[in-house]
């Protein structure tokens, strides 16, 4: 059996706002997401800035029965799971429960909890520890709860890879729905920002700035000093197109390929070499049957990272010598390095291809990449056929084609 994919629904918990319409709104406004942190001190840190979600209430998604239970980073799954599937038109009762799943990506899981956990375990011991932290601790805690929460009986997957987490899970899901193991399936993924988690990214010179310059998150510029981080979750309605055609439902767009690969490298850095790069590239548009000249535009994972842009700068210069090189965009400049940041760059992607319109790359003022960067303003034009690229440090690569519904 092989089905078609197509995404029907979309939930958004994000720097540029709740829910598709103002995330859309924001995203092609080219109004950026990143400010100065507000939820937590940072005056300990080198760096300040980070793309946060505010102005999100939980309770406007999620019973109090649960949302009790749940730690930061699950109620924004599952608030984007319970929108992903009011947007689809989907109420999951009945029979449908069974043939409806999650498949979520994320690189860190919940740190706020890890860390509380972990701080009253070995300071005050183990009958200290509050009974509820110990579940929210685990990387499936998200999923689990977004699952209990709609009363999902399907596929229940967690994928960590770092920062291709959320589209090697979107890849899965689609892969699950083709083959016949499931009607739909909500993939994507979510990461949230922690005093911990900050420490650690600034420890390792993760973070902008890395030299004297100012501290900006600036995809595919010349003068990119790191990334800035943030935080989110998005998840997409992926269903068969049998079952959405079933319902009459409304189509975004269709998923048509992806493209998994790796390289050898150290497990904290980057390849020299982009051809794992270019190898997942070319497997989703083999997939996907079409080639470098077909595709419009491309979502890049750039984010302002010294050796992350440029491996993935000249994969992309790689593959698409020759073509017409399609519309390339970061929209990290925008959000911040939110690590299972896939499932938010997934549902831009399908708003591009839906409504004809290509985010601007914000940070960006002197392109290194050779290709055509949309820069300071949206670009109306039509997009067929869109690619969304994943590079994970330690070399792990994925990308998700997705198409227009003909």
Same mark, same amino acid.
């Given at each position: ?25 924001? #995203?092609?406004? @080219? ?19 980070? @793309?946060?979600? !505010? ?9 109090? !029965? ?27 009762? @009945? ?90 399936? #909500? ?168 409504? @004809? ?50």
């Amino acid at each position: 059996m092989s089905r078609r994919v197509v995404v029907t629904g979309m939930g958004l918990v994000t720097p540029l706002g709740i829910g598709r319409t103002d995330f859309a709104n924001t #995203l092609f406004g @080219g109004i950026g997401g990143i400010r100065p942190i507000e939820g937590f001190d940072t005056t300990p840190f080198k760096s300040h800035l980070a @793309g946060e979600v !505010r102005h999100f209430s939980p309770m406007d998604f999620i019973s109090s !029965r649960t949302l009790r239970r749940m730690d930061r980073l699950s109620q924004m799954v599952t608030a984007s799971a319970c929108m992903a599937l009011d947007d689809a038109g989907i109420d999951p009762d @009945g029979s449908k429960r069974n043939r409806i799943g999650i498949a979520m990506g994320t690189a860190f899981g919940a740190t706020d909890v890890a860390t509380q956990y972990a701080g009253t375990l070995f300071t005050e011991g183990p009958r200290r520890v509050n009974p509820i932290l110990v579940p929210n601790t685990v990387m499936n805690a998200p999923a689990g709860h977004a699952a209990i929460e709609l009363g999902l009986r399907g596929i229940n997957t967690t994928v960590n890879h770092r920062e291709a987490s959320a589209e090697t899970a979107i890849a899965y899901a689609a892969s699950q729905i083709r083959q016949g193991r499931a009607d739909v399936v #909500l993939a994507g993924g979510g990461d949230i920002l922690s005093p911990f988690f900050f420490t650690m990214l600034e420890r390792f010179m993760a973070l902008s700035p890395q030299n004297d310059a100012d501290e900006q998150a600036r995809p595919f510029d010349r003068n990119r000093n790191g990334p800035v981080a943030g935080e989110g979750a998005g998840l997409l309605c992926l269903e068969s197109l049998e079952s959405a055609r079933s319902r009459r439902a409304a189509i975004y767009c269709e998923i048509t390929g992806w493209g998994l690969s790796g390289a050898p490298a150290p497990a904290n850095d980057w390849p020299d070499d982009p051809a794992g790069q270019v190898l997942s590239l070319q497997k989703a548009m083999a997939m996907a049957g079409v080639g470098p000249a077909d595709i419009d535009t491309v979502s890049a994972a750039a984010s302002g990272g010294v050796r992350s842009d440029r491996l993935e700068a000249r994969a992309l210069e790689q593959c698409f010598k020759g073509v017409q090189p399609p519309a390339v965009t970061a929209v990290k400049g925008a959000t911040g390095e939110n690590f299972a940041s896939g499932g938010i760059r997934a549902a831009a992607m399908a708003l591009s291809i839906h409504g @004809g319109i290509v985010p601007p790359t914000l940070g960006l003022a002197s392109p290194m990449i050779a290709l055509d960067v949309v820069k300071t303003a949206a670009r109306e034009m039509t997009v067929n056929h869109g690619l969304v690229n994943a590079c994970a440090s330690g070399g792990t690569f994925a990308t998700l084609l997705f198409s227009k519904h003909i």
